[in-house]
């Protein structure tokens, strides 16, 4: 498939294996034998790109094997430098200056006395890697751990260009304190430091503290604190339990910052607060799931991007960014998916992502100046364009009559009738899914099944109303939404209601055990990877995460979902392991800081005292996000092995 007249990266990238982006590749059909699992489980041959302040050079995670590689590469002269940084989970990568990256990365840690025991921590690293130099933020400072907690920002200090970031001390009452650090040295500088609970500060690009937030976990209280004169104003609070309102960001001028109010008269709108304490009127922001796109250079609000499930939607109001959204549709009509990556300062050049029939995801640099664009490489070049399943929208209703949006991945050469079926239902469970290229999907569509990705209520990207509609139905309406949907495809015949199973991870692993204990009779077969089976254990865990705090906001989010405390064992699957009649099978990863291990456990020790059938995976050295390659391919190696013995697809 050729969308776009493609002028790739050459020599040097072509030696590191570079692949061109959304080119035609050779057809075989008939289609024969599909890609091996890895092909689809492996990680994304490219990732995190991100383009200089200049629009120079590009900044990219680039797969090694089973390690990572940084590179850096420079457009222009269509060369680079890369450095090897092994199997480590990147969260995220961007520049520093014109010529250093900041890599943040992340690992699971099990020390008892580290903040508070086994958890998931962030680490930042300043990246020079034309000169081979490397600093990790806050290493070697007294009082602190060699991590970094968010509150990342680009300054420019006396013409120099510095990075922030947050930490917490070790000793006291988690003092939380924001550096600022020398990409030269390391070295960091102390920008900002209290005893109260901040959230988020917001900062200039000059380094000035504009304003931070807090919040009294004992009183309940969010304050909005500006700063002037040096010293530190409370503007605005307000009392809330959960949703509290969210600061965001920079306004669109030089005082005021942005907000999101989240509950009360004001919920569900952006404002800009001024410095006395005023309030804007709500700002037009279109769409369910929005979030605010600032200025590259600036960093003040330019716009606001909706993020819905047919893909990312952009409305700019900055002059020199209002036409892009117009000019990546016209230059990729053909992409059923297409995302603003990155922005240099001066908004002429762009990274964008594009993902369409036969694509299953490229990068492309554009320079709307000089009217060029290469391409940056594909993520899973060894992924055929013609195993590049079909995925459709769909929208049917449930039981009650609600309208429940859906996405059906088809398995290609194949007819849509009579088709075995794999229910995957998201995670969250105030997530949703989307149009774009799901690996797990296609993975299990390449193999013969038809895949149903309900988003069922409670499911975010369409409205407050239809989030609300989940509160109080884990389990139940949630549940049946799935099932509702099996049906409304049975009686359109693109499935064989003989041939269902149900797989899913998170909320989705839930929802898997539940479909084989509680709406039973609709599956032959249940997959659960990281599954919670047990609402009051899982609560207790929440519990036990925040200092035993049973009114934490941690806390409160799930007892909304969850509904009435005496119904939780009704709807906990490994209570009611007797119920199950179909194969089981469990996976888990050992180092999960989001659902404990114990989950899987229960369930399974459950399902062996019943004297059922259940298949346990344990994952090594992998956390909740299935985020190191060779376990994502465990996974669904033995997903499918599960399925295709349970639930044959021919």
């Not at 609300?468 to 949630?478: F, I, T, V």
């Not at 099932?483 to 989705?508: F, Q």
């Not at 049973?550 to 969850?562: A, P």
């Not at 190191?628 to 295709?644: C, D, G, H, K, L």
Request: net charge neutral.
């Amino acid at each position: 498939m050729k969308i776009l007249k493609n002028t790739v990266f050459t020599g040097a990238l072509m030696a590191c294996a570079f692949s061109a982006a959304a080119q035609n590749k050779p057809s075989t059909h008939p289609l024969g034998a599909p890609p091996p699992l890895t092909a689809f489980g492996k990680r994304p041959d490219i990732e995190k790109v991100s383009l200089s302040p200049d629009g120079k050079r590009l900044a990219l995670i680039k797969g090694y094997g089973t390690d990572r590689l940084v590179m850096d590469l420079d457009i222009e002269k269509d060369d680079f430098k890369a450095l090897r940084v092994g199997d480590v989970k990147v969260r995220s990568l961007f520049w520093g200056d014109e010529t250093r990256i900041i890599l943040i990365s992340s690992q699971t840690v099990d020390i008892r006395d580290f903040v508070g025991g086994k958890s998931e921590y962030f680490l930042g690293q300043i990246l020079d890697i034309p000169n081979g130099k490397t600093f990790a933020m806050y290493r070697n400072m007294d009082g602190y751990y060699p991590i970094v907690m968010g509150d990342f920002y680009r300054i420019k200090v006396k013409d120099r260009y510095r990075v922030t970031a947050s930490n917490v001390k070790m000793e006291g009452e988690g003092l939380r304190s924001l550096y600022s650090f020398d990409l030269n040295t390391g070295r960091g500088l102390k920008m900002d430091e209290d005893p109260r609970h901040i959230v988020d500060w917001i900062v200039r690009g000059d380094g000035e503290i504009m304003a931070r937030s807090e919040f009294d976990r004992d009183e309940k209280v969010w304050t909005l604190r500006y700063r002037q004169d040096g010293k530190w104003r409370s503007i605005y609070s307000e009392k809330q339990r959960l949703d509290i309102p969210s600061l965001v960001g920079r306004g669109r001028d030089e005082e005021s910052v942005l907000v999101h109010i989240n509950a009360g008269e004001k919920a569900g709108n952006y404002y800009e607060v001024f410095p006395d304490g005023r309030f804007s009127e709500p700002l037009e922001a279109r769409g369910d799931n929005v979030s605010a796109f600032y200025h590259p250079a600036t960093r003040k609000l330019a716009g606001f991007t909706n993020h819905t499930p047919d893909g990312p939607v952009y409305t700019f109001f900055a002059p020199d960014l209002a036409q892009l959204p117009r000019l990546i549709e016209k230059g990729m009509p053909d992409y059923t998916y297409r995302e603003l990556v990155d922005v240099s300062d001066d908004g002429k050049k762009i990274i964008v992502y594009g993902e369409g029939p036969g694509d299953p995801g490229s990068y492309y640099f554009i320079d709307y100046v000089n009217r060029t664009f290469k391409g940056v490489g594909e993520t899973r070049p060894n992924v055929p364009s013609e195993w590049v399943a079909e995925k459709r929208k769909l929208t049917y209703k449930a039981a009650d009559g609600l309208d429940i949006p859906a996405f059906l991945t088809l398995p290609p050469g194949r007819e849509a009738r009579n088709l075995p079926l794999i229910v995957l239902p998201h995670g969250g469970p105030q997530a949703y899914d989307d149009i774009g290229y799901d690996w797990m999907a296609q993975a299990i569509a390449s193999r013969g099944y038809a895949v149903l990705q309900p988003n069922f209520r409670g499911s975010d990207g369409y409205g407050n109303a239809f989030i609300e509609k989940g509160y109080g139905e884990w389990g139940r309406k949630m549940q049946t939404d799935l099932s509702d949907g099996v049906r409304h495809l049975a009686r359109e015949g693109t499935i064989d209601a003989r041939r269902v199973c149900i797989v899913g991870a998170s909320y989705g692993g839930y929802a898997a055990m539940a479909g084989a204990a509680i709406d039973t009779g609709v599956y032959r077969c249940a997959s659960g990877i990281a599954p919670v089976t047990n609402l009051k254990a899982m609560i207790r865990a929440e519990e036990a995460s925040v200092g035993y705090d049973k009114t934490s906001r941690n806390v409160l989010y799930w007892k909304r979902f969850l509904g009435d405390t005496a119904n939780w064992d009704a709807v906990s699957p490994d209570l009611k392991a007797a119920n199950v009649t179909i194969p089981v099978q469990l996976i888990h990863g050992k180092d999960d800081t989001v659902v404990p291990i114990d989950q899987s456990y229960r369930m399974r020790d459950a399902l062996q005292k019943a004297g059922k059938s259940v298949e346990f995976v344990l994952l090594k050295a992998e956390d909740h996000h299935l985020s190191r390659e060779p376990t994502r391919v465990q996974t669904i190696e033995a997903v499918v092995s599960f399925i295709e013995k349970h639930n044959p697809a021919y």
